[in-house]
């Protein structure tokens, strides 16, 4: 695949790493898009990983939720009762609080995780601060075939009260804490998804939200989720994101992992809103639903 090339509806993609990422042009997302680019601009997601957009600072509230509407149906769980569907993502200068630090796929915990994250640059930081994604498909497609073979059938657990110690500041309270906990009982994923568009295989198993393998003593679960995550971290299969005001990023939660650099030089405050799209499927969903096999997407 050419680095740069053209979709439909004058769509622009230009790719940022041969495994990942893709900055898109040729859409102003206030003045609106067409049936034709939208289509162009999921194809580029489901290609990529992630996708960005430069230079929307007209894009309003109203834009940002009819955008985010041609990936999926949103989700109305934020903390402003007057904008539900909002998630603020913010940080202070200097501060580690509130950066997502780790690398991990969104909502894990829940039964519906989001199945792609739309955020947009209100007021972020441009210098430091920076977001970057990993290639959930090249962190697959690159293991060992003994280990293809060992993780196929593989489940593992995710627990928001697991995961999250009860005295932890972002709860605000130990009531908060118990509302979430019987809000999201415990949830059980594969540890390789399959892709239900394109049929990619993926590593949807991360360090943040994965408490353990079914099946598999604590020790050695802990360890192979660690080994795992390990691949994550490769260069290769990474591309980053330095912020400006009206950047907009759209990525698959499916595919990709993320990861919140905490050196921001000064406060940020960006908005999200994510989409839900049904369970997350594995190898012999996949199966069972299409009659086809899952194929491993190239790195």
């Not at 007209?58 to 998630?87: Q, S, W």
């Amino acid at each position: 695949m050419n680095r740069n090339y053209e979709l439909p509806g004058g769509v622009t993609v230009s790719r940022m790493q041969p495994a990942i990422g893709a900055i898109i042009s040729g859409v102003d997302l206030h003045a609106g898009w067409n049936d034709e680019q939208a289509d162009s601009i999921r194809q580029a997601l489901y290609a990529h990983g992630v996708i960005l957009l430069r230079d929307q600072q007209d894009m309003t509230f109203e834009d940002h939720l009819a955008f985010a509407r041609i990936f999926g149906k949103i989700v109305t769980e934020g903390p402003d009762p007057e904008r539900p569907m909002i998630t603020p993502v913010t940080a202070k200068a200097y501060s580690r609080e509130g950066t997502a630090s780790s690398w991990h796929s969104d909502g894990c915990y829940q039964p519906e995780p989001p199945v792609a994250s739309i955020l947009r640059g209100i007021d972020p930081c441009t210098f430091g601060g920076d977001t970057c994604w990993s290639s959930a498909v090249a962190a697959y497609a690159n293991l060992s075939d003994d280990m293809k073979d060992r993780i196929a059938g593989l489940k593992f657990s995710s627990s928001l009260a697991a995961v999250m110690p009860k005295d932890n500041d972002s709860f605000g309270s130990s009531d908060k804490w118990n509302e979430l906990r019987d809000l999201y009982p415990t949830v059980y994923w594969p540890v390789v998804s399959v892709h239900p568009v394109t049929g990619a295989r993926a590593l949807y198993v991360n360090r943040t939200w994965s408490v353990d393998i079914v099946g598999m003593e604590e020790a050695e679960g802990k360890a192979l989720i660690g080994e795992l995550a390990d691949e994550f971290l490769r260069p290769e299969y990474q591309c980053r994101w330095q912020w400006a005001k009206g950047d907009v990023a759209i990525w698959d939660n499916r595919l990709v992992q993320h990861y919140g650099v905490p050196d921001q030089t000064t406060d940020r405050y960006l908005e999200r809103i994510t989409v839900s799209g049904g369970p997350i499927i594995g190898i012999a969903d996949w199966g069972e639903r299409t009659g086809k096999v899952a194929q491993p997407a190239a790195a």
